[in-house]
């Protein structure tokens, strides 16, 4: 092997819970790097229902065994994170043009707190488009099918979640 340069990125998100937008980004986005390192947002501005450990765990759960993926969580600013993983790149999704603006000011503050890191994006496929974690578990509280949006394994937890409390706070 030469010595070139492993390239590695990091595809940061909240994750309340993964959805298979989400994991469709990750499976093609793969491809890209050496290593892709799922970033796990262990706070964010954001009330979550499922704590980090939770997400974590529902991450790795839906990504066992797929080669050239790490699952992790941090609880600093990304652009720090994603050097001290030794990565130059944040991977990014974006579903429709409304996405676009908020991606923007993020890329460009990320850019300007630290210049050696790189924002890229990809496109969602079409049929994840409307995916928003907020509105599947809006349909999972009123107990709507959410099974196109979510694999089996989320689609269980989100009710069990409901089940216990109808809001799903503990
Ligand atoms: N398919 C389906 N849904 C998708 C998607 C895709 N491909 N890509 C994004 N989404 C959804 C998410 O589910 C989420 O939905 P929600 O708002 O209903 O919860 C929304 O689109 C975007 O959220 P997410 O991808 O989780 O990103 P985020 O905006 O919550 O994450 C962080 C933001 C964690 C990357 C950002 O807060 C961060 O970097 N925090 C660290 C602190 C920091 O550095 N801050 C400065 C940033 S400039």
Redesign the pocket.
């Known amino acids: 092997m030469t010595d070139k340069k492993r390239r590695v990125g990091v595809y ?11 994991l ?2 990750i499976r093609r986005g793969r491809g890209l790097f050496d290593e892709l390192i799922v ?1 796990v ?1 262990e ?4 009330t979550t229902l499922f704590s980090v450990k939770e997400r974590l765990a529902m991450m790795r759960a839906e990504l066992k065994g797929v080669k050239g993926v790490r699952v992790e969580s ?8 994603v050097k001290s993983v030794g990565a130059t790149t ?1 991977l ?4 429709v043009i409304s ?1 676009f603006e ?1 991606e923007f ?3 460009l ?2 850019r300007r ?1 630290e210049p050696s890191v790189e924002t890229v994006f ?1 496109m ?1 496929q079409d049929n ?2 409307p ?7 809006e349909i999972a509280r009123f107990g709507g099918d959410i099974s196109h ?1 979510v694999t089996p394994k989320v689609v269980l937890r989100l009710k069990s979640r409901y089940s216990k409390t109808g809001s799903g706070k503990e």
């Open positions: 940061p998100g909240t994750f309340d819970p993964v959805t298979k937008g989400h469709d980004i970033g947002a706070s964010t501005s954001k941090f609880d600093t600013l990304l652009v720090d994170y944040v990014r999704g974006l579903r996405d908020y000011q993020m890329a503050t990320n707190i990809m969602t994840y488009a995916i928003s974690s907020r509105f599947i578990k949006f």
